[in-house]
Each structure stands twice: as structure tokens, then as C-alpha cells.
């Protein structure tokens, strides 16, 4: 199966073989650094430009041609509608070329069974590869998404919760550019503050409180912490903002804000195992490959005895191998998609 992701700014193809991945590449343009964020055109024109030869790397890095492929994989949505349709229309051409079935994959399905992506040389011993039983909690975490949901078998999927505003990585890469760290900031925040004291200031909880939002039990606004940060900078004179802004004052901020992000997102976690009594949990997406997340969920898994599943870091950011991955578990659903299959900018799980 050859998996194709276009959602954002990164080019990506893998293939899978045998349901185990046999090649994976990325290409990332660095057009929108600049900027502050991603600009769609840039990055539909930066997809257009990386397509053919991303695909190609992939099918060389796995050793086949493109005639032994059985299936397409391919993200249309959600996402920037350029960049998806770029990877889509590539994608259903391929497929209708080859005569093969098109799997149409769901960007975000991709990061719920990231944690089944399981390279070839990865169990040569005989050993089972570590992924969750069904039915399994996942806490999808990135930039655009910061939701809960029941993974069941057969490719079922109930949303028990999710943001009613930013997401979280999108409120930590608003402060990041607040603090002038440049985009993408979180990388640079979880570095920060590693050296910063997570008491060092208190920030509103991003989880809603279920006595003003009854029917959203598992529900977060992360848009108050963001703004909250910006009426703190505001409130300091000239002076004390530029001392605010690097040092150790600086790392202060980026682990108290690190910390609330974490505290609600560990917090929800726990409430949802107690809750469904699932003691299976995967945490996927950008933002799983924060360093604190990745740490203090680890402790909550110990402390109240449910087992945590987190892809390698490779596979927590956009990638292809996911939605190889995903791609696989719908064939084995018995869901393909028609050559008429349009990108779905807003597409929900």
C-alpha cells in the first residue's frame, strides 16, 4: 500500500508492506518560517513541486515498482484544500493508472492508528509488535485538533470530547510567536522549559467546567490561556517585558504554560479511563512528541494502572506511514473509495 499526506506544508509517502512499513519520507519545505505560519499557497505550490519525486523516494527506499502496488492511500481531509487536493488528484491518477483501489484516509483516523505503524525490521526476532487492544482511548493532540475518542474494532469510532476553539498545539505556537520564539514554536517551548519553573505563574485550566457545559463533559477551550498570556505581556511596562522575554523569566513562562496545557490534557485522560473503565490509552499527534506530555502521562499510566500507547516522534508529527497504516485497516473494513472523491477541507472523525 502506498500512503500519500498532503494536509499541510509536509510532503509525505511510505509504503506498506505485509502491514508492516517498509519506507517513509518527508519532505519539508521551510518557505513559512519567515512568516509565521503556513500560507496555503505556498504550500499547495510547495506540494506540487515535491509530489512526484517524495512518492518516488518511497516506492525506491521499499524496494518496488509502482506496478506491485495493491492500493492507494491518500489524506483528503482535513486540512488546506491546495495541498490536499494536490496529494489527492496525484493519488486517484496513480490508482486509476494501476487499476487498483483508492483508499480515501480520514488525516485525522491517520493519527488514531499511528500507533499500529510498525517498521520491517522492527519484530525480526518474532516478537509482537507493542499496540493497544480494542477497544483503546486516543487523545489526538496537534495544531489544528485536540479531541478524545473510542477506537473500537472494525474501524469504529465515537467522539467523546473535543475543543470548542484553539487546539492545543495551535495556543502553544501562539505563545510561542508571542514570546518570539518563531514558527513552529512548541518545539522551542519544551526546550525552554525544561530550565523553568511550572508554578512560576497560573494560567486558566483549558478543561470546561461540566457545571457551565453539562453536555460537554470531555470538552476544552484552549483560546483563554493564549489570551490570558497576551494581557500578562500587556500589563508589563517596556522594561519588564523585554526582562519577561528571555533568560530565565522566559523558560518561567514556557513550562507554566507547558504545564496547564499538560495538566488538562493528563487530567482528561484519567477522567475518561475512570469513566470508561478502558485501560488501554493512546496519545497521537503533533504534540504527543512534547517531551513533559510524553512524562507525566507515563506517571499517570503507573499511578492509576492503564497502559500508555505513544507512536515514536517519526510518526506523532504529519506523516505518510500513518495513513499507509490506516489505509490497511480500512481495506481490511472493506472501505474503499470512488475515483470521484473530492478533498474535505472541514472533514471530521
Same mark, same amino acid.
Given at each position: 500500500i502506498l500512503g500519500i499526506e498532503t494536509s499541510c506544508d509536509d510532503t509525505a509517502a511510505a509504503v506498506l508492506r505485509g502491514g508492516r512499513l517498509a519506507s517513509s519520507v518527508i519532505a519539508s519545505p521551510r518557505v513559512h518560517a519567515g512568516v509565521g505560519g503556513v500560507v496555503p499557497?505556498?504550500?499547495? *505550490?510547495?506540494?506540487? *513541486?515535491?509530489?512526484?519525486?517524495?512518492?518516488?523516494?518511497?516506492?525506491?527506499?521499499?524496494?518496488?515498482?509502482?506496478d506491485a502496488l495493491d492500493a492507494v492511500a491518500v489524506t483528503y481531509g482535513p486540512g488546506l484544500a491546495g495541498s490536499l487536493l494536490v496529494?489527492?488528484?496525484?493519488?486517484? =491518477?496513480?490508482?486509476?493508472?494501476? $487499476?487498483?483501489? @483508492?483508499?480515501g484516509v480520514n488525516h485525522l483516523d491517520g493519527h488514531i492508528y499511528s500507533v499500529f505503524v510498525t517498521e520491517?525490521?522492527?519484530?525480526? $526476532?518474532?516478537?509482537?509488535? *507493542?499496540?493497544?487492544?480494542?477497544?483503546? @482511548?486516543?487523545l489526538t493532540v496537534s495544531g489544528g485538533h485536540t479531541q478524545r475518542v473510542r477506537v473500537d474494532e472494525g474501524f469504529q469510532h465515537t467522539v467523546l470530547g473535543t475543543t470548542r476553539d484553539d487546539a492545543a498545539g495551535e495556543a502553544f505556537d501562539k505563545v510561542a510567536k508571542m514570546l518570539g520564539l518563531g514558527y513552529p514554536g512548541g518545539t522551542v517551548e519544551d526546550k525552554l522549559a525544561r530550565e523553568g519553573d511550572p508554578a512560576a505563574h497560573t494560567w486558566p485550566d483549558p478543561r470546561l467546567d461540566r457545571r457551565k457545559y453539562?453536555?460537554?463533559?470531555?470538552?476544552?477551550?484552549?483560546?483563554?490561556?493564549?489570551? =490570558? #498570556?497576551? /494581557?500578562?505581556?500587556?500589563?508589563?511596562?517596556?522594561?519588564?517585558?523585554?526582562?519577561?522575554?528571555?533568560?530565565?523569566?522566559l523558560a518561567d513562562l514556557c513550562a507554566s504554560c507547558q504545564q496547564t496545557v499538560v495538566d488538562a490534557l493528563v487530567g482528561a485522560i484519567r477522567d475518561a479511563v475512570a469513566a470508561t473503565g478502558i485501560r488501554a490509552v493512546a496519545i497521537v499527534g503533533g504534540v504527543s512528541a512534547n517531551s513533559r506530555l510524553r512524562a507525566d502521562a507515563q506517571t499517570a499510566a503507573d499511578a492509576d494502572g492503564f497502559d500508555l500507547f505513544?507512536?515514536?516522534?517519526? /510518526?506523532?508529527? $504529519?506523516?505518510?506511514?500513518?495513513?499507509?497504516?490506516?489505509?490497511?485497516?480500512?481495506?481490511?473494513?472493506?472501505?474503499?473509495?470512488?475515483?470521484?472523491?473530492?478533498? #474535505?477541507?472541514?472533514?471530521?472523525?
Open positions: 499557497e505556498l504550500a499547495s *505550490r510547495a506540494h506540487q *513541486r515535491l509530489i512526484v519525486p517524495t512518492v518516488e523516494a518511497a516506492l525506491e527506499a521499499a524496494g518496488v515498482t509502482r496529494g489527492l488528484s496525484f493519488g486517484k =491518477a496513480l490508482a486509476f493508472g494501476l $487499476d487498483v483501489p @483508492l483508499v520491517e525490521d522492527a519484530t525480526q $526476532d518474532g516478537s509482537a509488535a *507493542r499496540v493497544p487492544p480494542f477497544p483503546y @482511548l486516543c453539562p453536555d460537554e463533559p470531555y470538552g476544552f477551550s484552549f483560546s483563554g490561556l493564549k489570551t =490570558a #498570556v497576551l /494581557y500578562h505581556l500587556r500589563g508589563l511596562a517596556d522594561a519588564e517585558r523585554d526582562a519577561a522575554m528571555q533568560g530565565q523569566p505513544v507512536p515514536r516522534i517519526t /510518526y506523532s508529527i $504529519d506523516n505518510a506511514a500513518m495513513i499507509a497504516g490506516t489505509g490497511h485497516f480500512q481495506l481490511a473494513a472493506g472501505h474503499t473509495s470512488p475515483l470521484d472523491l473530492t478533498a #474535505v477541507p472541514n472533514l471530521k472523525v
